[in-house]
């Protein structure tokens, strides 16, 4: 392998050995040290990929979240015109995807918001970018707009996010199917009168 695909390898191991250590035992119990065990490489070529730990979470957490967005995405493009459909589409593929993979699920939903101010910019960003979804999804129908839709979108995404997160702590989660169903419901509630 040439320098450049042997620190692309690094880096990847880096990243899906944070993947499964940053959701258990957690951001701030995980040390570089064990990262690097579990990736087989040396301390110093974890500083030849990143500058900390913080930079490896973003990397984690920013793949997680594009990843998450590229299959909601499809999912809203494939269903039908209605916004109905759209809203059913859109959060019943999240809850799936995110769901699929309680290390996603913990990462996006619990241990991005553990690490602190140092994930703070990603998470707004992401944040961010689901809001574009949402507000992207009512502009493109003829349907009655609320006059605050941006307000109203990051609204509805606290409420998914918190739908979540107790999905994620839970000793006893709701299903997945009642997740779907609940939150539906509010989307409903906020864009079809």
Request: hydrophobic share 45%; proline share 4%; with cysteine.
């Amino acid at each position: 392998m040439s320098a450049e695909e042997r620190l692309a390898d690094r880096r990847e191991r880096l990243i899906l050995a944070a993947y499964t250590l940053f959701a258990s035992p957690g951001f701030h119990a995980t040390t570089i040290e064990r990262l690097c065990a579990t990736a087989r490489i040396s301390n110093r070529a974890f500083y030849e990929c990143f500058s900390g730990r913080e930079a490896l979470m973003r990397a984690v957490y920013d793949r997680c979240v594009e990843e998450t967005l590229q299959a909601i995405t499809k999912a809203i493009d494939q269903a039908p015109p209605e916004l109905d459909a759209r809203i059913v589409a859109g959060i019943t593929e999240y809850v799936k995807f995110v769901t699929a993979d309680e290390r996603r699920a913990r990462i996006m939903h619990l241990e991005v918001r553990r690490a602190g101010d140092v994930l703070s910019n990603a998470r707004q960003r992401a944040v961010l970018d689901f809001t574009k979804i949402i507000e992207g999804t009512v502009n493109d129908l003829p349907v009655h707009q609320p006059t605050e839709l941006h307000l109203l979108s990051l609204a509805l995404i606290g409420a998914v996010t918190e739908l979540l997160i107790e999905w994620v702590v839970s000793d006893h989660p709701p299903a997945t199917e009642v997740i779907v169903k609940t939150a539906v419901h509010v989307f409903r509630r906020a864009f079809i009168r």
